[in-house]
């Protein structure tokens, strides 16, 4: 990833960092951020059987902007080029590539801007078991000094439930919530955990992603109200309605990368009328931009264009793109640039390493009290794996070498092998989806396999195993697991492949693997009740499955029925 003649300014208020104060309603004026000639380009890797390729694409191409005190909005067309340039501007992108020349105080941008600015995520992280004042009180804790007392703490916690019209919830746990407006309270709770800081300059990625357009209005209405206290909000978005664009103090459009529009937010309509498109009956200029992208709104010239749709669609995203370089508006942007340019290049480099108001010890104890408090809000989950251990672990640790042992250990085997093929097939299935996105970043094989190998460590302790000596039985186990996961996944497939409608392949799937199941693990059963469809067991990818692990466990083990008794003549052996 690479940038490439980036200048990127921050004007930022001076403020107390040891003391935070709060901020007052005559600190009306936030940070100014502006930068210059920013390009940022996206390594994919693609991955075939026998061919790996890395390929280079421009996520963004030369953008210009200057961001003022107020409401900002990023609009794209589809793609990621909106959330990126929000995450380049939060410094969330590759720091010592992208940031050289960024500004702050009028020197170089220090390296703990994302400790001083607030960032709330498109899915919110908010612990559905603690009540709204613990989720601010888990983010004050982590991000407030520990020098502030616990008194301002609450103050500050207050204030913000206050202003965020919390109060009424504040101490209802998340998950009590009611489903009419959860969504939207969910996320105001994760632009309060944001605020606790009290940033000079507020992101967020796609903050009405999943509300109604009346939760996404109050939403923003609630941002905009913000945005007048003091923070400057710099926000991405898809589509919004005409009351919610009404809001914006600055709209920015991207498209494949390129600046469509950099400007108010009540000029872009006349922007896009000078730029030829009849839009007199449209009043949102964020749809006009939709539908003179799709083609639904033609220049006057080109009404009767018959073009296909992607090529026209790329011609008119140049063109839009053309026509802002050559704008008055992206002049006048060039020029306040240029002068802010002039002014910082004789600023001497400062640089700074990142340093956070609490230690690392300090945000261990206060995630493991979080953890803890999530256990006792929802104690259904560890309840069950302890009854488990309890009840189901000296049962497979009296695995002795007796037939009744044999029996214990056989269904375990079948019980494991039922519940780790799930497991497995759901990784493979994940890391399938991961590859079908160009942008999605795979994770380490080893993360998506290690909780499959921990449970299988947990089980071979269970039945009372020296791991020391199996651990060939072991890693054949993993492996055994994992080829009935991608077999599974491949008959999926195959079976997917002929139908377009996908119910009817998930009851065909359904039908066969537990139809196979009983098969594969009942062969015991089936020799002496049902012989006549023994046979079906052969295109059961179960049978194949639990007949290795059945192998690899049991090989060369003797069973002898008889209890405390030497084998002999009359104690028949029974050798796999």
Not at 51 to 60: F, N, P, R, Y
Not at 84 to 100: G, H, M, S, W
Not at 282 to 289: D, K, L, R, T
């Amino acid at each position: 990833m690479s940038s490439s003649n980036d200048l990127c300014s921050i004007s930022m208020s001076q403020r107390n960092s040891d003391d935070l104060p709060e901020t007052t309603s005559s600190d009306k004026k936030g940070p100014v951020l502006s930068f210059h000639n920013v390009s940022y380009h996206v390594k994919e890797k693609k991955s075939f059987p026998f061919d790996q390729k890395t390929t280079e694409e421009k996520g963004l191409w030369n953008i210009n902007r200057i961001m003022k005190p107020g409401l900002n909005a990023i609009v794209g067309h589809q793609g990621r080029g909106k959330s990126l340039l929000l995450d380049i501007l939060a410094a969330r992108k590759e720091p010592r590539v992208l940031y050289e020349n960024v500004w702050v105080h009028e020197v170089p941008h220090p390296d703990n801007f994302q400790c001083n600015s607030g960032y709330v995520v498109q899915d919110d992280i908010v612990m559905s078991t603690l009540t709204v004042r613990e989720n601010m009180w888990f983010s004050a804790s982590l991000r407030l000094p520990t020098t502030m007392s616990k008194k301002r703490k609450n103050k500050r916690i207050k204030k913000v439930i206050e202003k965020l019209g919390l109060c009424e919830v504040a101490d209802s746990k998340v998950i009590c919530l009611g489903m009419e407006n959860a969504h939207g309270e969910r996320k105001l709770i994760s632009i309060g955990m944001e605020l606790i800081l009290d940033p000079s300059i507020l992101f967020l990625n796609e903050p009405t992603t999943g509300l109604d357009w009346n939760t996404a209005y109050k939403v923003i209405k609630l941002l905009k109200s913000l945005s007048e206290q003091g923070p400057t909000i710099i926000f991405s978005i898809y589509h919004s309605q005409y009351s919610i664009v009404q809001l914006f103090d600055s709209l920015t459009i991207l498209a494949s990368g390129k600046l469509m529009y950099h400007g108010p937010a009540k000029m872009a309509l006349e922007y896009f009328k000078s730029a030829g498109y009849s839009c007199e009956h449209y009043v949102n200029p964020v749809e006009v931009f939709f539908e003179i992208i799709n083609g639904i709104i033609k220049q006057k010239s080109k009404a009767n264009n018959s073009e296909m749709p992607s090529k026209n669609e790329k011609s008119v995203i140049e063109a839009l793109a053309d026509f802002y370089t050559k704008s008055s508006i992206c002049g006048e942007t060039k020029s306040e640039l240029q002068q802010l340019s002039n002014d910082q290049n004789k600023k001497s480099l400062f640089r700074e390493e990142i340093s956070y108001v609490t230690s690392f010890g300090h945000q261990l104890i206060v995630i493991t009290w979080r953890s803890f408090q999530n256990l006792v809000g929802r104690p259904q989950p560890w309840i069950a794996q302890r009854t488990d251990s309890i009840v189901l672990g000296p049962r497979g640790g009296r695995n002795n070498q007796t037939k009744q042992g044999y029996s214990r250990l056989f269904f375990v085997l079948f019980f494991c092998f039922c519940f780790f093929s799930h497991l497995l097939s759901q990784v493979v299935y994940m890391k399938i989806n991961l590859a079908c996105f160009g942008g999605a970043r795979d994770t380490s094989p080893l993360s998506c396999y290690l909780p499959t190998m921990k449970y299988t460590i947990k089980v071979n302790i269970k039945l009372g195993k020296n791991l020391l000596a199996t651990v060939e039985t072991f890693f054949i186990m993993i492996f055994t697991l994992m080829m009935v996961a991608f077999s599974s996944i491949s008959m999926s497939l195959a079976i997917g492949i002929n139908h377009n409608d996908v119910t009817i392949t998930r009851q065909v799937m359904n039908f066969y693997f537990t139809f196979m199941l009983m098969i594969g693990g009942l062969p015991l059963y089936l020799r002496s009740m049902a012989p006549q469809i023994l046979w079906l067991q052969y295109f059961s990818i179960p049978y194949y499955g639990f007949t290795a692990l059945q192998h690899n466990e049991f090989w060369g083990r003797y069973f002898c029925p008889a209890l405390s008794i030497t084998c002999g003549d009359n104690c028949p052996n029974y050798v796999m």
